[in-house]
């Protein structure tokens, strides 16, 4: 199982839900066709809320995981009905659960954690993904560094740290759950070595997206084949 082979390398896992019911957000990898429909209508919510209850069962005494990240990459329409739903999942998966690290992603693709309330529990990481600037980071198209363009490391810190200010505020970590360039992008790897510098002089914790794909793909994030 996923389980026994990170027990055996020393690896946490962390538990994230990519698609839910009606949708969290605008594309159809977030579930129902990328209707985005979670945020208004209760049965999607009661469902979403049940089913990490039941993960949480699962988990609860499991020492290799390491928290549960409940939405990937929202899009809510308000402040409200974010919170909402996010008070609605913690909720549930606390009434079983009160061991593990619920892991809070930052509104419009995990960009902005503004509207993450401290109180939604008392053991948060508010988490962020990074692909900064997107025509470099998810296009694939220019050439980094670039100072004739400001395209330089420092822009990068100066991004990341806007990215990060609201968790320091509340002093609560901040992980980095996504970042990387297309492999396409001239100086890739230069851009990934640089923002894994920041993030480290930083004290971010960070998980690179998306490490292995296969072999002759032309559109991936990946390093290793």
């Known amino acids: ?50 089913l990490w209850r039941k993960i949480a069962e699962r988990y609860v005494n499991e020492p290799i995981v390491a928290g549960y990240d409940i939405l990937n990459e929202p899009e809510a329409p308000d402040s409200i009905s974010f919170s909402s739903v996010y008070q609605s999942i913690i909720d549930s998966i606390r009434t079983v659960d009160t061991n593990h690290i619920i892991f809070l992603e930052g509104n419009l693709w995990a960009q902005y954690t503004d ?40 822009a990068l810190s100066i991004a990341l740290q806007g990215r990060i200010n609201h968790a320091q505020s509340l002093n609560l970590p901040c992980y980095v759950g996504e970042f990387g360039a297309m492999t396409s992008a001239i100086g890739h790897l230069i851009y ?16 690179y997206y998306n490490y ?3 072999k002759g793909a032309t559109n991936t994030q990946a390093f290793y084949y």
Do not use: C
């Not at 990934?192 to 002089?201: A, H, K, R, T, V």
């Open 1 to 50: 199982s996923v389980v026994q082979w990170a027990t055996n390398h020393n690896i946490y896992l962390i538990i994230s839900m990519r698609q839910s019911p009606g949708g969290h957000n605008s594309s159809p990898h977030s579930g129902n066709g990328g209707l985005n429909e979670l945020w208004y209508k209760t049965n999607y919510q009661q469902r979403i809320s049940a």
């Open 212 to 214: 292995k794909n296969i």
């Open 192 to 207: 990934d070595e640089d923002l894994i510098s920041i993030m480290d002089s930083l004290s971010l914790s960070w998980n």
């Open 115 to 154: 509207w993450i309330d401290p109180d939604l529990d008392t053991n948060l990481v508010l988490s962020i993904h990074y692909y900064l600037p997107s025509n470099y980071a998810v296009d694939g198209s220019g050439t980094y560094p670039n100072p004739g363009i400001g395209f330089t490391k420092n």
